[in-house]
């Protein structure tokens, strides 16, 4: 029974998405529509989130388009960086591979960190183990040593907002 719940939840996710995408109630739109959400409900089932009804609370919207706003910040501080770090005559860089430890515990959330750190120019997000992500940056600072330090210059921003929209 609570399968078929899981289910008739999915159907009704996809077929809301079905309608925002295509933005027309003529009965060709509603009637492929409709085929298109019970077909895929069946088959991807399994991918979509475990409680897919939180999907419509408004805090959780709110919190989303807060994380994308400071993404944007950011990735713009970030371009000017790189840019600084490509014109400079010395090219001041010093590249390497850091351990990130992530406070979220979602795996929706920490692919969502993931992104955003390789979002930012100058990062790129190698691997997640755990609680652990491993991030190769452009700039590993000496101040740095300790893995709080780079936690918090690295993941602390996205991770405020992440945890607000996932946990």
């Known amino acids: 029974m609570e399968r078929l719940k899981r ?3 999915d159907l009704i996710i996809i077929f809301a998405l079905w309608l925002l ?3 027309s109630l003529h009965w060709q739109a509603l009637v492929s529509g409709a085929g298109l959400a019970v077909l895929f409900a069946f088959l991807l089932s399994g991918l ?3 409680r897919a009804e ?3 609370s408004p805090v959780r919207w709110f919190w989303a388009i807060m994380h994308l ?3 944007s910040f ?3 501080l970030a371009n000017f960086d790189v840019l600084y770090r490509v014109i400079h005559p010395s090219l001041p860089i010093r590249p390497g591979i850091v351990k990130v430890k992530t406070t ?4 929706e959330a920490k692919t969502f960190l993931a992104n955003s750190i390789t979002l930012t120019p100058g990062t790129l997000t190698i691997d997640i183990i755990d609680d652990w992500l491993y991030v190769h940056w452009i700039n590993v600072h000496e101040s740095l040593a300790n893995t709080e330090a780079i936690t918090r210059d690295i993941a602390g921003r996205f991770e405020v907002t992440l945890r ?3 946990d």
């Open 54 to 56: 939180r999907l419509f």
């Open 7 to 9: 289910r008739l939840l």
């Open 164 to 166: 607000r929209v996932f």
């Open 69 to 71: 706003i400071s993404l």
């Open 21 to 23: 995408l295509t933005w």
């Open 74 to 76: 950011w990735i713009v």
């Open 104 to 107: 979220l515990k979602s795996d």
């Open 48 to 50: 979509l989130p475990e």
